[in-house]
């Protein structure tokens, strides 16, 4: 996930999860009363305000070691603060979807989560490409197959 912070004078720092140790994740869960990684994931999914900032407040740390998360706050988080899926985030996702969907033999399962993966995209242009790795650009909205 993508971590954005809009600052004051609209520039904007960028923090991907990906990039964080196995410390600072571990800080995150218990600076948000002992909150499981995976359900960290699923909140900043869902853009929590304590989770996006339980995020900038690790990556701040590593600067600021002195840094407490009870006192860390964001004024103005809604326009300020914002999580994003990245293309492993999407692969992962359509990766799992895809199994269930074969089985089934059915695209609909797929299309039915394209909208929202694309809203959660950081790089929309991700999701395509994804479908397309997967063999399904048909899915790809506008997109005309050449045998049609």
């Known amino acids: 996930m993508i971590i954005a912070y809009r600052q ?4 904007v720092e960028r923090y991907s999860t ?12 218990e600076a948000m ?6 359900a960290v994931e699923g909140r900043l999914q869902a853009q929590d305000p ?4 339980a995020v900038l407040w690790a990556f701040r740390r590593r600067t600021e070691s002195t840094l407490e998360f009870a006192t860390f706050d964001i004024p103005g988080w809604r ?3 914002s999580a994003r899926i990245e293309r492993s985030d999407i692969d992962e ?6 199994t269930e969907a074969m ?8 299309d039915a989560l394209v909208p929202h993966l694309r809203k959660l995209a950081d790089n929309r242009d991700d999701v395509d490409a ?11 909205k506008g997109r005309r197959d050449s045998a049609a």
Not at 50 to 53: G, H, K, N, V
Not at 93 to 98: E, I, Q, R, S, Y
Not at 130 to 140: E, I, N, R, T
């Open 8 to 11: 004051d004078d609209g520039t």
């Open 50 to 53: 304590t989770a996006m900032r």
């Open 103 to 110: 089985a089934k033999n059915e695209d609909s399962m797929i």
């Open 130 to 140: 994804a479908l397309d790795a997967l063999g399904k650009g048909h899915l790809v």
């Open 33 to 38: 009363d002992d909150v499981p990684w995976r």
């Open 93 to 98: 996702l359509l990766t799992n979807l895809m």
């Open 79 to 81: 326009k300020r603060l």
């Open 18 to 29: 990906d990039d964080l140790s196995a410390l600072e994740a571990a800080a995150i869960e």
